[in-house]
């Protein structure tokens, strides 16, 4: 590394965000509290691997987890942490599930990978995708490895299917990183970070409503109400439409999660996807749902999208569905797959034999009787408590709530609903100390979701509870 402290770039400066000097990456691993092989690992990490990496910004430097267990984790030194990342819900069922790990094993000695090529898991496991989409009529599935190409792959075949060049995306959500999803991607500061690469030019972006802050009169703070969906459907009318009169529209898909995750856990109006699925009906557009994070039961039913009762054209679905291994799939209505001729797309990594072993017990596993009701009782002993600790501590000014989608937005003025994103970067500190892995997001950096296995043990809610309680009480009293 050199000596030479670096200076912001114009597109930092953009984006709001200070790369790291060397004295401050130094500080930061010196500063945090692992022990003596944690410490020498971290150093070792920030002079091999990029700080673009997410642990970095998501932690003032990320422990060196070594053993996962359910829902608890531990570091080389041994340090136990609970686990309320579940690795963006790619660990959704915990870490080291037994039945899955079975699975894994017993895959790996038979065959671990046939290239893009058809083998008896992954034809199993396409029909059980198509029949649990809840998408009507024939489905198709296409494989792949990550979130991030079975989007690019669903934006692919919606704009080929149509011939049209829009998707239209919700300010705010996240489609992913990579070079074909991060244009779709709004979250915070990530498109701009991606300056000078290449973004997709034909996107279209409409505000994402959220109750907390739908009517509030302070327009640094608010708007965020269900009229953007009226702006949305004049748009198609005037910058979507290529003629004078308005009529006809360039946009193949809208492309939305069910919820918005990565910008920090918000659920949206009930009647949000209804309202898209009426414009994409009137309008001739296909409605794509991106399941990467509220798929497979973290909402109490299977799919996200099912609270609003609409059925989407097509769905992508990962993370939790790999069981900890890289997997995606999209499924789509036959005909929208189907326009594509033989050989149109290739993953050479995609639909890996082990990975589709471990999602069939990922998929036995969330189907069984009884699972989902089991999630949303774990989600109501969560708010029970979080209502507790609001109650305790007015900073928590709003809890999103639904099945074990959890979450925590933080204010300094309750009633003006003023974001404390201090308080958050506190909160997040103490609880790393406390043992607390925990995330954070929000449009203005004043949100904590809470992403536990869906199986998490009651105990540790209840440990959970009760350490963030302290925690919360303690980086209030750092504010002072
Ligand atoms: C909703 C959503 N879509 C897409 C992605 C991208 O998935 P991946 O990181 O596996 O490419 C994510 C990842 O967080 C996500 O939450």
Not at 1 to 28: I, N
Not at 81 to 107: K, M, W
Not at 253 to 262: C, D, T
Request: aromatic share 8%.
């Amino acid at each position: 590394m050199s000596e030479k402290p670096r200076t912001l770039s114009a597109v930092e400066r953009a984006a709001g965000e200070a790369r790291l000097t060397e004295a401050e990456l130094l500080a930061r691993i010196d500063n945090a509290p692992f022990g003596p092989k944690a410490q020498a690992l971290a150093h070792r990490a920030a002079r091999c691997e990029s700080l673009g990496n997410v642990g970095w910004g998501l932690f003032p430097v990320a422990p060196v987890i070594e053993r996962g267990e359910g829902s608890l984790l531990y570091d080389v030194d041994g340090r136990r942490y609970i686990d309320l990342l579940s690795g963006f819900s790619a660990s959704g069922l915990g870490n080291c599930h037994p039945a899955v790990t079975e699975a894994i094993r017993e895959q790996a000695g038979r065959l671990a990978h046939f290239f893009d090529f058809p083998h008896p898991e992954r034809i199993r496991l396409a029909e059980r995708l198509g029949g649990l989409s809840g998408i009507e009529g024939e489905t198709r599935v296409l494989f792949g490895t990550t979130g991030s190409d079975g989007v690019e792959s669903a934006v692919k075949t919606a704009r080929f299917y149509t011939g049209k060049p829009y998707v239209l995306v919700a300010k705010g959500d996240y489609h992913g990183a990579s070079f074909g999803t991060v244009g779709l991607t709004s979250r915070r500061g990530m498109n701009a970070a991606y300056f000078p690469g290449g973004t997709d030019a034909h996107v279209g972006f409409f505000g994402f409503p959220h109750e907390y802050r739908a009517s509030l009169p302070d327009p640094e703070f608010g708007g965020f109400g269900m009229e953007a969906l009226d702006e949305l459907e004049r748009s198609l009318k005037g910058t979507f439409s290529p003629y004078a009169d308005g009529s006809g529209n360039l946009v193949a898909a809208i492309l939305v999660e069910p919820f918005q995750s990565s910008s920090g856990y918000y659920v949206p109006p009930r009647g949000y996807l209804k309202r898209l699925r009426d414009i994409c009906d009137e309008h001739g557009i296909l409605l794509a749902v991106d399941e990467v994070q509220t798929g497979l039961g973290r909402t109490g039913k299977l799919w996200g999208y099912e609270h609003s009762g609409i059925r989407p054209d097509l769905l992508v679905t990962s993370k939790t569905l790999g069981g900890g291994l890289p997997l995606s799939a999209l499924v789509a209505r036959a005909e929208v797959l189907e326009a594509w001729r033989p050989t149109a797309h290739i993953n050479t990594q995609a639909g890996n034999a082990v990975a589709c072993a471990a999602a069939h017990v990922v998929l036995d596993l969330v189907t069984a009787p009884g699972f989902l009701d089991e999630v949303d009782r774990r989600g109501e002993r969560f708010k029970t408590g979080l209502d507790r600790i609001a109650a305790r501590h007015p900073s928590l000014g709003y809890i999103d709530h639904t099945g074990i989608y959890l979450g925590l937005e933080f204010v300094s003025d309750p009633v003006r609903k003023t974001p404390d994103p201090a308080l958050v970067s506190r909160i997040r500190t103490v609880g790393l100390q406390r043992g607390l892995l925990l995330d954070h997001g929000g449009y203005f950096g004043n949100r904590i979701p809470l992403i536990p296995a869906l199986n998490i043990p009651y105990e540790l809610i209840d440990e959970t509870l009760a350490a963030l309680d302290e925690t919360i009480g303690e980086a209030e009293e750092g504010a002072s």
